[in-house]
């Protein structure tokens, strides 16, 4: 009998997952409670601007969207994986509330006889998903962390070919499941990473944490290089061809933005505050990335005319994707403009929508679109 699975919020994160996991055979429930994008869904007109997601939703027969959560008892879904948002709160931690609610209307629907095990692959703070088992676990319910360590334009990619995959499991059945679907999922052989949930969280923010830090690092030698009149380039791919170092994420151009390298940064300096272990590095990466804006904008100034139009080749976060969370490009664009400078920005409509409402009137906007056609 084919394995039948939920996925509650299937947003951008979680429509992929859904989407993997159908095409590799299991019957999936996406659970949304936005209506307007769900009848999307379910009428299959919703378009994504992420690679292979519209050609998989046009030709999925195994998988049906609801609003309707009870859908799990109807259906004795077993396994029910969430990824619903957490934003970020100021203080840097993460706002739980949209898992506290599905787990609410879950609450109800559990029953103590049948397990029911739920993986939460959403980006949680330290310590989170114990506290929800903890809870829930006398009415049928066993919490495990599953994070996706996934980039924006290529997530359906990144899920079929992890080099990791993270499980901090509520008990050991809850972790053999997960092997058993990521093993029927990925097009390769990821590392098996079965911890306890706190260790997974903690590994999830550290990641993305060394990460930061490789770019600030990088950006700051680049800007060091600069200052001197040495080659950044060269230095760089020098430093990065020592295999103890590696040259991923360790160019020097743009520092790190988008919806999760902040964040998770951030997150972890906030988990280390609360634990009375501050870490330096977390807040130092943040500094540097803000310093190498300075620099960035500096050399623009200097390189360029204040009557000269400077023109920006896309302004999302990375190339490819139509994001704009804590893009340092735009933010560079942004400080420009303030500095007086007439900005040009040549992106996909997408991203000029977001401009258009977020900064009415300060840019130049030129869709991507009508430049391609001019060129062919
Ligand atoms: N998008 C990424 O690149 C990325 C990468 C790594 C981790 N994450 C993490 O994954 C999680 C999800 O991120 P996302 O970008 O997919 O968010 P998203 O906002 O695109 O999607 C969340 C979806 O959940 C739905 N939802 C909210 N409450 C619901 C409920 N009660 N029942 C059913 N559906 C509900 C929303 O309508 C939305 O469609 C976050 O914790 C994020 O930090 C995202």
New binding site residues.
Partial sequence: MTRKIAV???????LCFALNLERSGFEVWG????HD?LEQLKTRTFSSSEPEVDSLLSTAKRIQFT?D?SVIVDEDIRDVFI????PSLPDGGYDHT?VE??MS?LEPLGSAENVRYVYV???TMPGYCNQLDDRVKKLGYRVSYN??F???GS?VRDQLYPDQVLIGEANEEAGKRLVSIYDAMVLNTPAYCRMDPLSAEITKLATNCFLTTKISFANSIGDLATKAGADPNKILAAVGSDSRIGGKYLGYGFGFGG??FP?DNRALGKFADLQGYPLHLSKATDVVNEEHLAFQLDQQLQASNEDEEIVFEGVAYKKGTTQITESQQLKLALALVKEGRRVKVIDRQEVLDQLSELYPGKFELVALDTIQQVRD
């Fill in positions: 509650v919020g299937v947003g951008k994160l979680g659970i949304e409670s936005n994008y609003s959560i990824m619903v948002a957490t949209q609610r599905v209307m692959g959403c980006t994070p996706e996934i980039a924006q997530i919806p999760c964040r």
